[in-house]
Every structure is written in C-alpha cells, then in structure tokens.
C-alpha cells in the first residue's frame, strides 16, 4: 500500500474562483444597480454572473463618487418593468434605502437579504424579483452564496399566491 501524496502548494496564480458553484441555473439577464457604497461589491458579483454566461445590464453606479441611491434603484425597476432584464440586483451601504426605492415600483418585489437562506425564502415565498444587499454588512462570499440562492430558487406558488395577491398596490393609491 503506498502513502497518499502530499498536499501540493496551492498555485499563487491560481484563479480563486476556479471550481465555485456557478451562480444560476440557467443565464438569465441581470440588472444591476449601486450607490458610490456598494459599486465595488456589484462589480464583484458582475464579474461572476458573466462568467456564468449571464446578461448583466449594468446600471451605475462605477465609482466611489457620492451619488443618490434612488437613481440607481429606479433604473434597475425600469429594466425589470421594460422586460429588458428578468431580474435585478442592488448593492448599497445598508441595502435599506435601495430596497425601499425598488419598492416603490408596483411590478418589483425588492428583498433585502444578508444570507443565502434569506434570498432563497424570499424567491420561494415571495417570488422576489430584485435582491438588495447592503456592501457594509455582508461579506463577498456570503453575497455571492445569496445571489447563486436567489437565481436558483423557484417560486413555490400555492398559498404564497393569495399573500402575494394582497401586496399588490391598492387601486386608486
């Protein structure tokens, strides 16, 4: 019987993305949006949904210059509404104030998660069609395992339906 082989040193110039679970099922087209707070995450998780064959529309912001959040949020929602992308992702400090601003469009249903079970309830229970993550408080592997949840994650329907039902807006309001 031979001795099992040592472990090799791990390769410098190795891609550290090199065999991760890729990010959905099927490629899908993504918009994305973020504040001067969570650019450097979005682009991140761009990086990564391209490399799994996704359409990523990348709506701003691309620096760390102070810009409003509301902008960003609403051309994300305008790209679900248009049919340009079937989903959205937004990235602010918090994720708060994006989430609260994707929310205000009637056709998306915006949930701000800090966990892969969190983004998973929300498509299956909520049939979530934009998630927010606040890049100050979860980390880029844990937004990445949220994001791959969220992609992969069918609504169940069934009883989810008549709640959903009555978070449509009010006619009138």
């Given at each position: 019987m031979t001795a099992p082989a040592p472990p090799s040193d791990?390769?410098?110039?190795?891609?550290?993305?090199?065999?991760?679970?890729?990010?959905?099922?099927?490629?899908?087209?993504?918009a994305l949006g973020a504040?001067?707070?969570?650019?450097?995450?979005?682009?991140?998780?761009?990086?990564?949904?391209?490399?799994?064959?996704?359409?990523?529309?990348?709506?701003?912001?691309?620096?760390?210059d102070s810009v409003d959040y509301p902008d960003y949020a609403h051309r994300v929602a305008e790209a679900l509404?248009?049919?340009?992308a079937g989903f959205g992702?937004?990235?602010?400090?918090?994720?708060?104030?994006m989430s609260i601003a994707a929310n205000r469009h009637a056709a998306i249903r915006c949930a701000l998660v800090n966990s892969a079970e969190a983004a998973g309830l929300a498509r299956a229970?909520?049939?979530?069609?934009?998630?927010?993550?606040?890049?100050?408080?979860i980390d880029a592997a844990t937004a990445e395992a949220a994001l791959r949840t969220f992609l992969a994650t069918a609504y169940?329907?069934?009883r989810h339906d008549r709640r959903l039902a009555k978070l449509?807006?009010?006619?009138?309001a």
């Open positions: 791990p390769d410098p110039d190795a891609d550290p993305d090199a065999g991760a679970a890729p990010l959905a099922i099927a490629p899908v087209a993504i504040d001067h707070a969570g650019f450097a995450l979005k682009d991140h998780l761009a990086a990564r949904l391209r490399a799994a064959g996704h359409a990523v529309l990348d709506c701003g912001t691309s620096g760390p509404e248009s049919g340009a992702l937004l990235v602010c400090g918090s994720g708060i104030g229970h909520n049939n979530a069609n934009v998630l927010a993550l606040g890049a100050r408080l169940e329907g069934g449509a807006p009010a006619s009138g």
